[in-house]
């Protein structure tokens, strides 16, 4: 019979592997407008102040990801060992 069920140090690596890329996504600096007030280029900043936002946002988001997800693989585990557990006492 093929074995079956999670390998919990795989699958955390696999995960953490995942989880670490949002790393590399970088915030922008800001723009210093000291010489100019036009609106194409005082939103344009505006964009920035959002992009930055938006990548904290998301790395929020990945290490909660990550944690559910390593979460998931051991209650799945612990649900194939009780199964296997009552399979037996049959």
């Known amino acids: 019979m093929a074995k ?16 670490g890329s949002e790393k590399d996504l970088k915030k922008l600096s800001k723009l210093n ?18 992009y930055n936002e938006s990548v904290e946002e998301f790395r929020k988001f990945a290490k909660t990801d990550k944690t559910m997800m390593i979460k ?5 585990d612990d ?3 009780d199964g296997a557990k009552s399979l037996k006492n049959k």
């Not at 407008?33 to 036009?38: A, F, I, P, Y």
């Not at 998931?72 to 799945?76: L, R, T």
């Open 4 to 19: 079956t069920g999670v390998d919990l140090g795989e699958w955390a690596e696999v995960v953490n592997k995942a989880a």
């Open 33 to 50: 407008l000291v010489k100019t007030n036009l609106k194409p280029f005082t939103v344009f900043a505006d964009y920035i102040d959002a």
């Open 72 to 76: 998931v693989a051991k209650n799945k």
């Open 79 to 81: 649900d194939d060992k």
